[in-house]
Every structure is written in structure tokens, then in C-alpha cells.
């Protein structure tokens, strides 16, 4: 199974696309491609030959070149540029025969068709045009020729047929006048040229507009730096970041983009990660810190060991995570697809009967009437803006996600964000923070803080739970020694016991001191009131003797409770579950204002919650960040996954919270709904451009009020409405988290 890019030339609209995606599907071992009109490019998964799959595109009457590195992007790039000053150019050149021409006819300055020198001057004015029809239009032709020899039709299909007859017909009566009424003897070559300069530079303008769309990816790929400082055989030297290995020490100097992912060995920093994270705040690095590729060293140098390179940092996954998303379509957009693969031929059958009808219903002049409204129906009516209505909004919608750190895999994920109406927060690691600390501690009889902490960290200190954790780390940050033990046991579910420098020490639950006859009375009531704050209170008791309560607490994210508030404002329903008791549940519960919660809930009943809250007719986002979240991840409408949390929680998952919060799901929510909003302004402003324009263009105003829409007219509206779908889509850019989130 191989995974690779393709640039895709050639494609002008949803005809196109459709064309390109059968030409990929027909190659065997394909297992699923990805086609995005707005970014021209491929994306294709499966065991197949690439030279194969090239050639197939080619066949169809399109180029492909297999894209391999930032490099090839670039060359994209620079490829697209110079077709844009290309359609520029062509565009100009078609416009200084065809503007004269017009405004020429329009002051009837040309000579009558009538007489032998008005033939043998639109006669030289034919030739002309012809060489600037093909010199400005030509890849229109040669496109509806490939499209043709495929048994396909597409834009091009519409604007050559459109205008080649218009010439054609010009033509015709230039040679022999006397083939129509004098009446009709109107040429149109100067609408065939119009219309080829409208349309070539308003594939120029949307070209343009559409490379804004990829300003996202582009970032990103800016963020890696080209070279980094390796440190081999004693010596600093720049290398190319592709010669970097993994396991190799790389220093980096304050002010440098830190060029691979890896740990910190030695020194400390503080690194800005806001482009990973859209967190704006730095974060502090110390040796044994993870620190990742594309972000920026702010203060100190440091060194560190390369962990991963090539596609394997976190920042190449991060491209191709958003990249994938760009390609994929939302139902919505499968559905514009589908009407936009059929809309030419529906056309092409449309122009056909408009043809009919005038040269039939017309009483004079029927042949020009029917050529004119023939030839506006098919330039009016090309599908671009409906090809381009959805993935243009997916694109930029995806970057924008992409820049507040929030990681959106597929455009499926993308609209259905917006939609719900419920959410599960998993508590531990997703409201906390997931590393529980000491929070007090009550010392009675004659013991001192530091005794008890020094008996209950020497103690805990071969433990692996995280509230032993909590205990020994508060030790060490006091610079307490540690004593060996003796006679160690643990008791599931109640706590530990050992000799500590002589001493029997006991440390757990009530229900510990009670098995071993210890009395507690005297902290029950400190031990009641701390649990019901959410804290969890562990007894000490030395030689049998109550000696102190420790309180460990797992702390409340800074931002939990804000997010919480913003989803209510969105009328969303919040739901907590977790696997800690009842009295820390509701202690959280009631701190945050949370809608429902579900204690003492079993990792494999976290999924038949979610299910639970779907047959209820909620739509539910799950938001969680451990292993034992994947399934109820899998199963919601939407899974979030906290980006700080375990690979298969990521991996199931359809949202990825790169820096943690749950503001990132008010602000995946806030940017579905923008973007899904703006796919609909698109697809609208398509349907009611082509559904108004089509019966304008067929004449069905002209028996109302004499009035027939120009050609020229019919060109400069269709390159516009791309235009506007594209410029439409690009506002998604101006996106702005709302005031709860900044």
C-alpha cells in the first residue's frame, strides 16, 4: 500500500473532476482516490503502479505529475504562476481584436455584408479571428477534443461548441451573404473573441483567488527549516535537514526554528508552538521535554535527540492530516458533484431544444435568433462555480481549523461539527488536567508536615499509581530524602503498607485504617468535606496512630469551565463520564455547571453512553484522550481527540485538539458552522445563477420585453460567478475566534 499526491492540469470544472476520479478508479489496485478541483491535485491510496496511473490520466485528456516533496509544491506553484500571466496574456491579446470589433459594430462603421468590399473586409476580420480564437482559446478546444474522444463532456465541451459555431456561422455569411434574410446577416466575431477574453481572464482572476485557499498548507510547510546544526564527532556543522538521522544531537540557537521533533538533552528554553498549537503563549523546555519540529526557540540554546524525521515529525502528519481533509467531500458536496457530472449533457440537450424552438417559432430572422440564444444558453451555462462551491469552502475552512490548532480529518466531520446538539467530555485528562498533585496536608497528634510527606513519599515511591505520583513529586520539590522500606504490601482498592525507618506506616482509605483498627474520627469530617471538593483524601497512620490527611487533587483545566459555558451558549447539551466516584463527579459536576453526569463508568461503558444519548436523537460529540476512550470516540458523530492524549484515542477520533482545551471544540463547532454556511451561499448562488441565467439566455424574456442577453454578456456572467463563488469562500480566511475563546 503506497500513499502519494498527484498534480492534476487540465481540470475547469465538475465535468472535469468527475472524468479524473474514473480515469484514477479504473487503475488497478486503487484502493481510494481523492480529487480537489480547487487545488488540482489527487490524492490516491492502494498498490497500484503510478506509472500506470499517470498514463490513465493522460488518456483521459489531462496531465498528472506525481508530487513527492515541498519541492514539487513549489515547482506547482511556479508552474500556476506562469499559466496565470499565460491566461493574462491571452485574455489582452483577444481583447485588442475584440473590443475595436465591437465598439466598431456598435457605431456601424464596418461595411455592409452586402457588397464585395464589406465581404472581403469581415473576411480578413474571419481570419483574424481565427488565429485568435486558437492562439487564446485553443486549450479549450483541445480539452473538448480529449473530452470528446473519452465519450465525455465538460466546460470546454460548452465554450467551443459556443464559440466555434458563432464562427462558423460568420463564416458562412461572409462568404455567401445570400445563404440568409439580409435581415440576419449579422457576423459574430467579435462575440466569439469576447467571449474567450472574458473567460480567460476570469479563470485568471479565480486562479489567483484560489491560490489563497492553500495559505494554510503553504504556512505549514514554511515552518520547517531547510538545514539544522548537527553535532558529529565533537564538531557543529550545518547540515540539510534531509541528511539528519534519527538518534543524532542537534543544537539550537535562541531564535531558530527547531528543525526535527525530538527530546531535550541538555539546556532549557522556552519554545513558541502557536503554529502547531494556536496557543500564543510560550511553553517551557527542559531537558527530558518534548520538543516539536517547526516551532521557534524564544530564549535559551539547547540540545536535543532527533525523534523522528521525514514524514514521521509531527508536523509532516499534521500537513498530510489537513491536506486529506481538503480532499475529502462532505455529503453536501457529493451531492453538488453529482448534479454538476450530469449539468453539461442536461445543457448540451437544453441548447439543442433552444435551437429548435426560435428556428421553428421565429417569424423573422429565426436563424440568428436561434444561433444567438443557442450560442448564450451554452456559454452561460458552464457548472464551474457548482465544482467549486463546496471544496473551495473545505480548503479554507480545514487552514483556518488548522491555524487555531485544531485538526479536522475529513470534511464528513467538518459539516457535522456544527450540527450537534450534545456533548461527552471524558473527565480525567480532558476537564483536568490529568496530573493529580497534592493538594493539602493535615497534620495531628505531634507530626510535622514534613515528617508525614517524608513517610508517605518513601513509602508510595515504588508505586506506579498517580496519586503515589502526586505524593512523591511533592517530596522531591521540597528536597526530602527518601527512606528504603520494608515488609512493603499493597492492598487493592485500600492502600499500602511498610516498616519505614523502623516505623509501621499505613497509607490509604477509611476503609485501610478501619481494617487495622486505627482511629479517624478526628478527620473524618476534613476527609468528607475535601471529597466533596472534588479532591481525594489519603490517611496516614504511624504505629497504628492517626497521623496525618493528605488531600490530592486532580486540577480543573484553566479554560474547562469557559468552554463549558460557550457550548451552552451554543445550546448544546454537556455531559460528563468518568470513572471516579460519585462525590468527586458531582463536586466537578457542580463546579462547572454540567448538564449530566455519569460516575464509576467502566472504560467499555463509555461507547454504550454515547449509543445511549444517539437513540435518544442527540447528535454527540465525545471528547476524550486515553486509550479507553477509542471506542466511544468511534462511535459518536463526532470524536475529539486532546491532542496531548494517547495515538489510538487520535487515531479514532475525527477532530484532533492539537493544544489540549476544550475551547478547541467550540472552536471546531464555531468553524463548521461558518464553513457549512458559506457551501450553502455557494451552491446557492450557483443553482440560482445557472437556474435564472439558462431560461434568460434561451429568450424567455424576449416575448415579455423584446429582450435577448448578449453573448458577451453571457461570457463575462459565467467567469464572474466563479469568481464570486471563489471570493466568497476566501472570506472563511477572515475568520476570528469569538471574545470567550481569544
Not at 429565426?366 to 456559454?379: C, D, H, K, Q
Request: charged share 15%.
Amino acid at each position: 500500500m503506497k500513499k502519494q499526491r498527484f498534480s492534476i492540469g487540465g481540470m475547469m470544472c465538475a465535468g472535469c473532476l468527475a472524468s479524473v476520479e474514473k480515469a484514477l478508479a479504473s487503475v488497478d489496485g486503487v484502493e481510494s482516490s481523492f480529487v480537489n478541483l480547487a487545488e488540482h491535485t489527487a490524492q490516491v491510496e492502494g498498490n497500484y503502479s503510478t506509472e500506470q496511473l499517470i498514463q490513465s490520466v493522460v488518456d483521459a485528456g489531462y496531465q498528472a505529475s506525481l508530487l513527492k516533496s515541498a519541492e514539487d509544491d513549489a515547482q506547482k506553484e511556479v508552474a500556476e504562476l506562469a499559466y496565470y500571466r499565460s491566461l493574462l496574456k491571452k485574455s489582452l491579446l483577444a481583447a485588442l481584436l475584440g473590443v475595436p470589433l465591437f465598439i466598431l459594430g456598435m457605431s456601424a462603421l464596418l461595411p455592409d455584408l452586402n457588397t464585395t468590399q464589406g465581404q472581403l473586409v469581415w473576411f480578413v476580420i474571419g481570419i483574424a479571428s481565427a488565429l485568435i480564437i486558437w492562439f487564446s482559446g485553443g486549450h479549450f478546444y483541445s480539452g473538448a477534443w480529449k473530452a470528446f474522444k473519452n465519450h465525455n463532456a465538460n466546460m470546454d465541451t460548452l465554450i467551443t461548441l459556443g464559440t466555434a459555431t458563432a464562427w462558423l456561422f460568420s463564416m458562412a455569411i461572409t462568404i455567401s451573404p445570400d445563404w440568409v434574410p439580409s435581415l440576419a446577416r449579422h457576423a459574430y466575431f467579435e462575440a466569439a473573441v469576447i467571449i474567450i477574453a472574458l473567460i480567460n481572464f476570469g479563470s485568471a482572476l479565480e486562479m489567483r483567488a484560489r491560490g489563497k485557499t492553500s495559505e494554510a498548507i503553504r504556512r505549514l510547510i514554511g515552518l520547517q527549516p531547510k538545514t539544522a546544526r548537527v553535532i558529529r564527532n565533537g564538531k557543529e556543522r550545518d547540515v540539510p535537514i534531509t541528511e539528519v538521522g534519527l538518534d543524532e544531537t542537534l543544537r539550537v540557537r535562541p531564535g531558530e526554528k527547531i528543525p526535527l521533533d525530538g527530546i531535550v538533552i541538555d539546556g532549557q528554553s522556552t519554545v513558541d508552538e502557536s503554529m502547531l498549537t494556536g496557543e500564543p503563549m510560550p511553553v517551557e523546555k527542559k531537558t527530558g521535554d518534548q520538543v516539536v519540529g517547526g516551532s521557534i526557540n524564544k530564549s535559551g540554546s539547547f540540545l536535543f535527540q532527533v525523534k523522528g524525521i521525514g514524514s514521521e515529525t509531527a508536523l509532516a502528519r499534521i500537513i498530510e492530516l489537513v491536506r486529506k481533509a481538503q480532499n475529502s467531500k462532505p455529503a453536501i458536496g457529493r451531492l453538488a458533484d453529482k448534479i454538476s457530472a450530469v449539468f453539461v449533457p442536461t445543457v448540451l440537450i437544453i441548447a439543442i431544444l433552444t435551437f429548435m424552438l426560435w428556428f421553428n417559432l421565429a417569424t423573422e430572422m429565426r436563424l440568428s435568433y436561434a444561433l444567438v440564444t443557442t450560442m448564450t444558453v451554452l456559454i452561460i451555462a458552464c457548472p464551474c462555480a457548482l465544482g467549486l462551491a463546496t471544496p473551495i469552502s473545505v480548503m479554507v475552512g480545514v487552514g483556518k481549523a488548522a491555524e487555531f490548532g485544531v485538526l479536522i480529518r475529513n470534511g464528513e466531520a467538518l459539516q457535522q461539527a456544527g450540527k450537534l446538539n450534545a456533548v461527552v467530555l471524558d473527565k480525567t485528562g480532558t476537564i483536568t488536567r490529568g496530573q493529580p498533585v497534592l493538594n493539602s496536608l493535615l497534620c495531628y497528634a505531634a507530626w510535622q508536615p514534613d515528617q508525614i510527606l517524608h513517610y508517605a513519599a518513601s513509602i508510595e515511591a515504588g508505586s506506579e499509581h498517580p496519586l503515589a505520583e502526586a505524593i512523591v513529586m511533592a517530596a522531591k520539590e521540597k528536597g526530602l530524602t527518601l527512606s528504603p522500606l520494608q515488609n512493603f504490601e499493597s492492598i487493592a482498592g485500600h492502600g499500602v503498607i511498610a516498616v519505614v525507618d523502623g516505623q509501621s506506616v499505613l497509607l490509604g482509605n477509611s476503609a485501610l485504617m478501619r481494617e487495622n483498627k486505627v482511629d479517624i474520627t478526628a478527620a473524618e469530617s476534613a476527609a468528607q468535606e475535601l471529597a466533596q471538593q472534588a479532591q481525594t483524601p489519603v490517611f496516614v497512620a504511624i504505629e497504628r496512630q492517626l497521623a496525618g490527611l493528605i488531600s490530592i487533587a486532580d486540577p480543573l483545566k484553566e479554560d474547562s469551565a469557559q468552554a463549558i459555558n460557550s457550548l451552552h451558549k451554543l445550546g448544546i447539551k454537556v455531559i460528563m463520564l468518568t470513572g471516579d466516584n460519585s462525590h468527586t463527579a458531582k463536586a466537578v459536576a457542580d463546579q462547572l455547571n454540567i448538564d449530566e453526569y455519569f460516575a464509576e463508568v467502566l472504560p467499555q461503558h463509555k461507547e454504550q453512553k454515547v449509543a445511549l444519548l444517539q437513540s435518544q436523537g442527540y447528535l454527540v460529540g465525545m471528547v476524550g484522550d486515553g486509550i479507553n476512550d477509542a471506542p466511544a470516540l468511534a462511535r459518536a458523530d463526532v470524536g475529539f481527540a486532546i491532542g496531548s492524549g494517547t495515538d489510538v484515542a487520535i487515531e479514532s477520533a475525527d477532530v484532533t485538539l492539537m493544544h489540549g482545551s476544550l475551547n478547541g471544540v467550540v472552536d471546531a463547532i464555531a468553524i463548521s458552522k461558518a464553513t457549512v454556511r458559506n457551501i450553502k451561499q455557494n451552491l446557492f448562488g450557483a443553482f440560482i445563477y445557472n437556474s435564472l441565467g439558462i431560461p434568460i439566455a434561451a429568450g424567455v424574456l424576449f416575448p415579455l420585453m423584446g429582450i435577448l442577453l448578449n453573448p458577451m454578456i453571457a461570457g463575462a456572467a459565467m467567469a464572474m460567478s466563479s469568481l464570486t463563488v471563489v471570493s466568497n469562500a476566501n472570506r472563511l480566511r477572515l475568520f476570528r475566534r469569538s471574545g470567550a475563546n481569544e
